[in-house]
């Protein structure tokens, strides 16, 4: 999921307090500063015009024999829409233990209940706010198993109970425990039979109803996630159990879904994985049947409004995949937008992380009032934000290509975001990044983003444990995604491909650490990468490298002035190899030293005919991982120091920050 909001929000408030900053100073100095550094923001644009839609026919398909995953669980579902806003479903659940103990219960997650009142833990953290959007007055929805039985009929409804295993929160009902009968050992099988009614609430946080469209997203009773030793690191095999939580998004494990969704005559159904037969209409109702398999999830969005666009895409790595658009009718026109972000994210992640397995991508852009819906991902569906724009700028496509990304990271290796969010949301905006650059010429601006994280934390910390979303979207997001970045500066961008590539093929279905794509690292690069992980992935760091000092002494030497200038340089965070550092001379030489920053500080002594003007710490600023810009320049021979970085630094800031505008 991409925070779209809070970048914005974050930026315009950084532009403002840089831009004042800026001119104040400037009015109080009475000195200007040359920079011959290259500004930072890209060019601006907008994509050709649009192209009218035709509504061409869904296609239908059929499994194939090839096994990807484990397959742990399989659904069986049957779902009906009654009222625009009730889900009355049922639901045949069977689970093949994957470990070696008895256990005699399982677990499910029940997603609705997290906006069943003000006093779930997810609203509780949220303030029922999420992205920007607001929780609508009188909003609420929940979800009620009514029926829960064995293949033999008996009833487990007296011995179903809600639990809080992270914050002890008695009013969450967001998972609950099932007692069983009968133990299951390691390698048999049980299947239970469900019935349930989940009221949707209205549109929040990925899931609910606008008007009449609905997304389906976290919608059923899902079984939890029960690891055997190996698994994610664990030593001893068990349930991995979590609420939802505020900021948290989801794990499962991989299995089969067969379901049969029930709607209005006149709705059209976008889902996880392709129908199997043409929709029926009787009774009233359209009645489908979509069949997925090799996934962790079943998402599905209905509306009478869709116009629906269908084309067949292929290349070196995606053997042959039926893209599908499910457009609002304020993008009717925009389809060709759309079809191409979603055709470049595919051929270039399928090169760089391997084969894109599943024959369908549907995505899905939701009415302007649905926006809560917008900007998700779930298996071979994604969620464009809601068509509130006649003519959008790059964020469409910077939404489909981030969405699309999730079906790697999220999709097929399919970390825990509940305890390592960045191992989804960091890799797929790195990824992303580098889509939007090679196929729109859009280059982030990483100076300004890396300013942007003022309260950096631990990437592997559970995901509520973040004090605020912005907090975790700064790490999770964009301080993962500059963790990557500084890993392919060391090593190389060739090298860094061959890194990412090995992590996904070798993990794909598998469910890594954070951990295991270190040793990924150091496999490829056969060198150790400890320290650089304890700093910026175990660890809170940050680089902050500062001119702390310049002094000039002039001297006499045979009849000629000369000045013995020293420059010194402070680290003042984490590590960081190959620090850039770059000194000006008063007549206009210029010098650059490459420090290895592994001692605290650092000062060169210089002898030369003109004295030391300024130096400056990474001066094209390439340490992507350094939140601390203002120290970086130093103005030779000022009382106020302190002026003149804020002049050089919030010069170029300003300059990125315009960039900006094209995130």
């Known amino acids: 999921m991409i925070p779209r909001r809070a970048k914005s929000w974050l930026t315009a408030i950084i532009a403002l307090c840089v831009v004042a900053g800026g001119i104040w100073l400037g009015l109080g100095s009475t000195r200007s500063i ?60 069977t689970w093949t233990h994957p470990g070696k103990k008895t256990v005699s219960e399982l677990y499910l997650h029940m997603y609705p209940n997290a906006f069943s009142s003000a006093d779930s833990t997810f609203m509780k953290e949220s303030g029922g706010k999420l992205r920007g959007d607001v929780m609508p007055t009188n909003g609420y929805g929940s979800m009620h198993i009514t029926e829960i039985k064995t293949e033999d009929g008996l009833s487990l409804l007296h011995r179903m109970q809600y639990v ?57 009773p899902k079984l939890s996630v029960y690891e055997p030793v190996g ?48 929709a029926v209409m009787k009774n009233g109702e359209k009645i489908y049947q979509f069949y997925a398999d090799d996934v962790h999830d079943f ?20 053997p042959g995949v039926r893209i599908k658009l499910y457009l609002d009718p304020a993008h009717e026109d925009l389809k060709e937008r759309y079809f191409y972000a979603a055709k470049a994210a595919l051929s270039n992640y399928s090169k760089w992380f391997g084969p894109y397995p599943y024959s369908t991508l549907s995505i899905v852009v939701p009415p302007k009032s649905g926006n809560g819906a917008g900007g998700m991902e779930y298996p071979t569906l994604v969620t464009a934000f809601g068509a509130d724009d006649s003519a959008p700028g790059y964020d469409l496509e910077r939404t489909v290509v981030h969405e699309i990304g999730h079906q790697y990271f999220y999709g097929m290796v399919a970390s825990n975001e509940f305890e390592e969010a960045w191992l989804d949301e960091g890799f797929t905006s790195y990824a992303e990044d580098k889509v939007m650059e090679q196929e729109y010429g859009l280059i982030p601006n990483l100076p300004v983003q890396s300013g942007l994280i003022t309260s950096p934390a631990p990437l592997t910390q559970n995901s509520w444990k973040f004090d605020s979303q912005n907090q975790y979207a700064a790490n999770v997001y964009t301080r993962g995604k500059l963790v990557l970045l500084g890993i392919e500066q060391q090593v190389g961008a060739k090298t860094m491909e061959r890194i990412l590539s090995t992590y996904v093929k070798k993990y794909r279905f598998k469910h890594p650490t954070s951990s295991d794509f270190q040793k990924v690292v150091e496999q490829v690069t056969r060198t150790s990468w400890t320290d650089y992980f304890n700093q910026y992935v175990y660890g809170d760091g940050m680089a902050d490298f500062a001119v702390e ?5 002039p001297i006499l030497k045979d009849g000629q002035t000369l000045y013995e200038s020293s420059v010194t340089v402070q680290k003042k965070g984490s590590e960081y190899k190959k620090v ?57 021979g000022l009382d106020e120091p302190t002026k003149s970085r804020w002049s050089m630094s919030a010069t170029k800031l300003i300059e990125a920050i315009f960039g900006s505008l094209s995130w």
């Open 549 to 553: 000092k310049i002094t000039i002494n």
């Open 34 to 93: 040359h920079s011959d550094l290259p500004a930072l923001a890209p060019e601006s644009g907008k994509p050709t015009a649009p192209v009218k839609t035709q509504t061409s026919p869904e296609s239908i398909q059929t499994p194939t024999a090839e096994v990807f995953s484990n397959r742990v669980v399989e659904y069986h579902m049957d779902v009906k829409l009654v009222d625009g806003n009730v889900l009355q479903g049922t639901q045949t659940i």
């Open 299 to 318: 998402a599905w969005s209905a509306s009478p409004d869709f116009v629906y666009a269908e084309e067949p895409f292929s290349a070196p790595n995606v």
């Open 164 to 220: 809080q295993p992270d914050d002890g929160n008695m009013k969450d009902t967001t998972l609950i425990k099932v007692r069983l009968p009968k133990p299951v050992k390691g390698g048999e099988s049980i299947t239970l039979h469900t019935r349930f009614e989940v009221k949707l609430p209205k549109i929040f946080a990925r899931m609910g109803t606008a008007d009449h469209f609905v997304m389906a997203g976290q919608w059923f």
């Open 580 to 636: 850039p550092v770059r000194i000006m001379f008063e007549d206009g030489k210029t010098m650059t030293k490459e420090w290895d920053g592994s001692e605290e500080r650092i000062t060169y002594k210089l002898t030369y005919t003109s004295p030391v003007s300024w130096a400056m710490t990474d001066p094209l600023y390439t340490i992507v991982l350094e939140n601390h810009h203002m120290n970086n320049f130093l103005k030779a």
């Open 231 to 278: 698994t994610r690191g664990r030593t001893t095999e068990g349930w991995n159990l979590h609420q939802y939580h505020g900021n948290s998004e989801f794990y499962a494990d991989f299995g089969i879904y067969s379901v049969r969704i029930r709607v209005p005559e006149t709705y059209k159904v976008a889902a996880t994985g392709f129908p199997t037969q043409q």
